[in-house]
């Protein structure tokens, strides 16, 4: 868990480890897979991502997937692809075919969820899993993550790496594709990016109550555990003892 003082030096920090990830997986494997968060946090990192760090990257060698998408067309603004399309793909050299982008206006979302299965296991085939060298993941203020909502009996879900889910109704958009958490806790490293007060009570909830229920707390990569980037404010009250700066 590490703590900064704000969003941008957050969101830095994530790019210079997200870069440096990168560097070993293209070395390693020739290509670095990894997931992209969506909702409003990860904007900046993105924009980074383009901008200054955007040399570091071998961008040729590396394919997106997504953790969560909403069931709107890719155009929308409450599109998570939309996000990434504005801020980052449409800003670097990434070929297009390593772009996989969630069907999410198929209809009806299960065929979407499929779809996208049938696209990941065509990445990983005769796999149990697949192995995403990071997938970087938001927290709701409910706990929530990607769209594993509270509660939902998704969270149990032993099979299908990907399922059509209806997020609660206080939800702007209810229909919603996720990775479950057998695709998620998978991968090699996730990064957990938290900013803002309105996260306090559901950080507090997931880093400082062991075992709690929370969709996020039940995030767990291969090895280790999910690494923690918030600012000050999300971050407030959080004992320090658990290695924050
Ligand atoms: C989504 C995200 C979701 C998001 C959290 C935090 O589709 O909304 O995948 O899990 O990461 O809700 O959202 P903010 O970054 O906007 O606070």
Redesign the pocket.
């Known amino acids: 868990m590490e703590v900064f003082s704000d969003l941008e030096a957050l969101s830095r920090a994530a790019a210079e480890r997200l870069v440096q990830l990168a560097r070993t997986a293209v070395t390693e494997r020739g290509r670095f897979d990894l997931v992209l968060?969506?909702?409003?946090?990860?904007r900046r990192l993105y924009e980074l991502l383009a901008g200054e760090y955007g040399d570091n990257i071998a961008w040729h060698q590396v394919h997106l997937f997504?953790?969560?998408?909403?069931c709107v067309p890719p155009d929308r603004p409450q599109s998570?692809f939309k996000l990434a399309q504005e801020t980052l793909i449409s800003r670097v050299p990434l070929p297009a075919e390593n772009v996989h982008r969630i069907p999410a206006e198929l209809e009806p979302p299960r065929e979407a969820a499929a779809a996208y299965e049938r696209l990941l296991r065509s990445h990983w085939p005769q796999a149990a899993w697949p192995a995403f060298d990071l997938v970087l993941?938001?927290?709701?203020?409910d706990g929530?993550?990607?769209?594993?909502f509270p509660g939902d009996p998704v969270l149990e879900e032993q099979e299908s790496w990907v399922r059509a889910v209806l997020a609660p109704p206080a939800?702007e958009i209810r229909q919603?594709i996720?990775l479950t958490f057998l695709a998620i806790n998978s991968a090699r490293a996730i990064y957990f990016?938290?900013?803002?007060e309105?996260?306090v009570p559901a950080l507090h909830a997931v880093l400082e109550q062991n075992g709690s229920a929370l969709p996020a707390s039940r995030v767990r990569p291969a090895e280790g555990e999910p690494r923690w980037f918030l600012d000050e404010a999300a971050a407030e009250r959080l004992q320090r003892a658990q290695g924050g700066r």
């Open positions: 968060a969506g909702g409003s946090t990860p997504w953790g969560d998408e909403r998570n993941l938001g927290l709701g203020a929530h993550t990607a769209s594993l939800y919603r996720t990016l938290v900013s803002g309105v996260k």
